[in-house]
């Protein structure tokens, strides 16, 4: 029997612990996050659709990870303190784990199994070799931001790449779809 995704034990950025288990029959977004890549600004269209579908049962969770690039090398308060300062942001906030490689978190290691293809990821390779970073190899998650979209019934439903920007047409009509599963 396989574990599934709202059993897997994570912590809130307090360190306070918590299974995705509270998040039930919601349809979800999460996000591995990071306060110093370019794709940052993302926060601000993750709390946008975070507000804008909060009320039809539909919530955002980021999840900090410092594995590309070193771009989110603070600490769980440092990273609090900057979501809320810069982009006001009221999603839940959880622990900083690794998203890729050996010591990858649980959670990530089921994201990545559930859906090992993530659309539009050669256009962010591509963009990533351009600033001379060498991209992950799939299945891993390539870079910051990307997203993953969890139904109600706990079962990955889409995977998108970190460049797609979060109020882009796929992702809500993705997260409607999901709503009105």
């Not at 900090?64 to 440092?78: M, T």
């Amino acid at each position: 029997m396989t574990t599934s995704l709202q059993d897997i034990p994570v912590n809130r950025i307090d360190g306070s612990p918590e299974r995705l288990d509270a998040y039930r029959g919601k349809v979800l977004l999460v996000v591995n996050v990071a306060s110093k890549c370019g794709l940052t600004p993302q926060y601000a269209g993750l709390q946008s659709l975070h507000e804008r579908f909060a009320p039809q049962g539909f919530s955002v969770l980021g999840f900090p990870a410092n594995d590309f690039g070193g771009q989110e090398p603070g600490s769980n308060e440092e990273i609090q303190g900057f979501c809320s300062t810069q982009y006001d942001v009221k999603f839940p906030m959880f622990a900083k784990i690794a998203v890729t490689g050996e010591g990858k978190h649980p959670l990530y290691q089921a994201l990545t199994a559930a859906a090992p293809v993530t659309p539009g990821r050669e256009r962010m390779e591509t963009r990533l070799k351009g600033f001379g970073r060498t991209p992950t190899e799939a299945p891993e998650v390539v870079w910051n931001f990307e997203k993953f979209l969890i139904g109600k019934d706990g079962q990955v439903a889409a995977r998108f790449a970190p460049d797609t920007a979060p109020d882009a047409p796929e992702v809500t009509a993705a997260i409607e779809k999901a709503l009105a599963a």
